[in-house]
DNA sequence: CTCTTGCATATCGAATTTGATATAATCGCT
DNA sequence: AGCGATTATATCAAATTCGATATGCAAGAG
């Protein structure tokens, strides 16, 4: 039952960007990951209903190809990124920790926000 | 009454080591550093309990005196190595996502694990 | 008082992350 | 099909963050 999280991981540059092997990664490098996941995916949500990569990369004081990789969960990215890109949006403290405390859970993506 | 929270932005090197006003910061810039605070404040309550900050470094990787900038807040440690160490402490997305969720909320800092 | 233990501060080269730029792929529209 | 707008990918130098090391400071034990 790990193939659906381990395909999501795959996916992205994680695996054979990283060159470790998903297997050999440690329970918190695993949660860490998936938590830079969830970010990307609220992130992907919320500025979609609100603007463009270009105009939130301009609020960000960024660029749009930089935002396009948060929103990828690209590896590159760091949380720190990730989380000022929240806030660009207007998600308040309130919204990024629900979206963080629900990393690592495989749950249904459709009542996101 | 931004004094109370005015206090304990200046205290760390924030106002001084980033020589930028408290009042110039915008609103997405406060919040950043207190959810920095919050997890800062939250990781070392949670580290105090199991171990000293030479331990949790050797289960990070890091060194004593990155993890005691990082529980001072300190401006030059990113939410990414915060983050981290909070899993190093054996916290889940979910206490970590409640360590920022009330961030900005001057509230009573008793009740915190 | 002296030792030890735990935490804070300073410095520094190495590694990572960043924004910029160029450019390609994709989508919606006519 | 052709076009404009949006998003994805590649590269790279600059800035930030990193771990390591040295050292200072405070509190408790003997």
């Known amino acids: ?3 659906a999280k381990r395909e999501r991981l795959e996916s992205k540059g994680w695996k054979v960007g990283n060159a470790v092997d998903f ?7 695993v949660l860490l990951i998936e938590i830079k ?9 919320r500025r979609q209903k ?5 105009q939130l990369a301009e609020k960000l004081k960024s660029s ?3 935002v396009a990789r948060a929103e990828c969960g690209d ?10 890109a929240m806030l660009a949006t207007g998600a308040t403290p309130k ?9 690592g859970k495989g749950g249904n993506p459709l009542p996101e926000a």
């Open 37 to 45: 996941l969830a970010l990307a995916d609220s992130l992907r949500k």
């Open 95 to 103: 919204d990024i920790g629900k979206a963080i405390a629900v990393a």
């Open 64 to 66: 749009q190809p930089r």
């Open 1 to 3: 039952m790990d193939s």
């Open 50 to 54: 609100r603007m463009t990569q270009a």
């Open 23 to 29: 297997l050999n990664l440690s329970p918190e490098e």
């Open 75 to 84: 590896a590159s990215v760091s949380i720190e990124l990730l989380v000022r």
